[in-house]
């Protein structure tokens, strides 16, 4: 497990290599060519995944299209699916295929998958239940892995696994695609899912499947069930988290502090589903490492999180608490010292907390009002730090406008969706850093790709978000810049994926990839 520097040495053999692969993974989008012209292959689920052009055209012009294919306009797709949907792009397995999914998917084309991004539609970015729409969530990743990452276009999986849907609006929609009837829970659920990883493991033993926008309810569970056997993770709830702790980390050297003050801060995190929890626990542990990494250091790291959810504050008093939720819990008593109480409001928080950080994902748009803002005016920091990460735009807890009229300019401001930045006049910017697991994903995807890791450490998720919190320099962190521009997300991804390929070395994990075995990329990764 990396220990926290500023600067990780990567070795640049590596990344030599990794520029090569993303290149070529450009290239192999061209490899339908005939001399100079495209041909598109004439199978036609994979069409528009393999387009060339479509490909060239993302890479070229990232910044223009990122939004289009990703957040904010892939939600919109998502909730108008029906009436868009022209062709099938990607694999339905639904609970009627029980029995049926280890046939059904040797009918996908493709010899080889690398990469597949799993949803069940269940939460869909900000928007809740889209069922089986949901699986625009899935292309949209699929699409950064092959600009960011290089990753084969003719390698990528879209998957829906379609057990239903609790949307009342979409059960009774006659266009609607999917099964209509309400989600399957329970047992019922985890048979069809258990059944898909077995079907495409067996298919594709070296895949990585991505879960992506299931509810929390399962979101952990699944987790938890499958990341000891397949390699998997789950983009919400780890992906997330790293890319949280790269800002929180970012925050404090714009604060002209050491990363290693980081146990210092207080954070007040509105939002206890899949990403807040992820994000809870992986700040939790990064602290709790800074601080010496043993339990009372774990214990202490604790104290440093109020985290609001629907109810409002969560404390030790709550009734029915959701267990993962559980680890910070307030206690009463040290509540009711500090002037706050089981379900306190947002404002009520920030008022007696003065946080260093808002971080906010809620999925409530506005969430962050003007009486929370002003109620941040009194933070004990020299620099606070506000991240409404919830997708789409509409669903952020606050713009970046009213975060600095409020607040004036000495802020640090995120947001998971794209905001422009904000004139502040006198020639002043107040800079708008898109925190979206963009960042990291796709050199995840890569790196463990690569290295032939058959798991997803935490070790390795780790080290990716220690690449990217690394990965901007004091110049750009003291002006408020904290995240890197979405233009460099190729450069990002590899030096994310140098960093998964490093540990994965390190933990023993690597078992080489497409000729190269674990020897040589030992070798690799300690070559300078
Ligand atoms: N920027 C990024 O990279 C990412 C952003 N997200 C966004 O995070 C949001 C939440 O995602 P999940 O955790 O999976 O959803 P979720 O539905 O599991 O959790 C939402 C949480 O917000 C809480 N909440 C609802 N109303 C609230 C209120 N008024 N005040 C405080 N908390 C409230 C709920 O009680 C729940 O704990 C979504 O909008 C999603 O798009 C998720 C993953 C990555
Ligand atoms: C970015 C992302 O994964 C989400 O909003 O769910
Ligand atoms: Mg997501």
């Not at 210092?264 to 700040?283: D, T």
């Not at 250091?297 to 939720?325: C, H, M």
């Not at 735009?393 to 802020?411: M, Q, R, Y």
């Amino acid at each position: 497990m990396p220990i926290f520097s500023n600067h990780v040495r990567l070795s640049s053999s590596l990344l030599q290599r990794l520029k090569r692969h993303v290149t070529a993974g450009v290239h192999r989008s061209f490899t339908t060519t005939e001399g100079n012209r495209p041909t598109i292959v004439h199978k036609r689920s994979l069409d528009i995944l393999h387009d060339p052009w479509f490909n060239k055209v993302l890479i070229a012009n990232i910044e223009e299209y990122a939004p289009v294919v990703y957040t904010p306009t892939v939600g919109l797709v998502c909730q108008n699916y029906s009436g868009l949907f022209r062709r099938p792009r990607g694999m339905y397995f639904s609970a009627e295929d029980r029995g049926e999914m280890m046939s059904m998917v040797y009918n996908w084309p493709a010899e080889q998958v690398d990469m597949i991004v799993v949803t069940d539609g269940s939460r869909v970015l900000g928007l809740g239940d889209l069922g089986v729409h949901g699986i625009g969530i899935a292309i949209g990743k699929l699409d950064l892995y092959v600009a960011a990452a290089g990753i084969n276009p003719q390698r990528v999986l879209p998957v829906m696994i379609d057990v239903g849907t609790n949307n009342g609006k979409l059960l009774k929609d006659p266009l609607y695609l999917g099964l209509q009837q309400h989600r399957l829970d329970g047992d019922d659920y985890v048979a069809v899912v258990d059944e898909f990883m077995e079907a495409v493991f067996t298919r594709w033993p070296n895949v990585i499947v991505q879960f992506e926008d299931f509810q929390s309810k399962w979101a952990f569970k699944l987790l938890q069930r499958y990341r000891n056997t397949y390699r998997m993770f789950n983009d919400d709830v780890q992906g997330t988290a790293g890319v949280a702790i790269a800002g929180l980390l970012g925050a404090v050297r714009a604060q002209g502090r050491p990363m290693i003050d980081f146990p210092k801060q207080k954070i007040v995190v509105a939002g206890a589903g899949s990403a807040g929890i992820g994000v809870l626990n992986a700040a939790r542990k990064t602290m709790a490492r800074m601080l010496g990494n043993n339990e009372i250091a774990y214990e202490s790291a604790k104290s440093q999180f109020w985290v609001v959810d629907a109810k409002g504050l969560i404390t030790e008093g709550r009734e029915n608490i959701d267990p993962d939720a559980l680890p910070f819990a307030r206690n009463l008593k040290e509540m009711d010292r500090q002037g706050l109480r089981e379900g306190a409001s947002l404002v009520e928080v920030v008022k007696q907390v003065k946080p260093d950080v808002l971080l906010g994902l809620s999925a409530v748009g506005g969430l962050f009002s003007k009486e929370v803002l002003e109620a941040l005016k009194d933070s004990t920091s020299t620099r606070p730090a506000i991240f409404a990460m919830s997708n789409p735009t509409k669903n952020a807890e606050c713009t970046p406008e009213v975060a600095f009229s409020i607040l004036g300019d000495n802020i640090i401001f995120a947001s998971g969706s794209p905001f422009r930045d904000v004139d502040l006049g006198n020639g002043r910017i107040g800079h708008c850093n898109q925190g979206n697991n963009m960042y990291l994903f796709p050199g995840i995807g890569l790196g463990t790709l690569l290295s032939g890791s058959r798991v997803i450490s935490d070790g390795m998720l780790q080290a990716a978000a220690e690449r990217l919190a690394a990965y901007m320099s004091d110049d750009e962190v003291i002006q408020g810049i904290i995240f890197p521009s979405i233009s460099r997300i190729r450069d990002i991804t590899q030096e994310v994926a140098a960093a998964v390929i490093k540990e994965a070395v390190e933990e023993d994990l690597a078992e080489g990839h497409n000729g190269m075995d674990a020897r040589e990329l030992r070798k690799l990764s300690q070559v300078n």
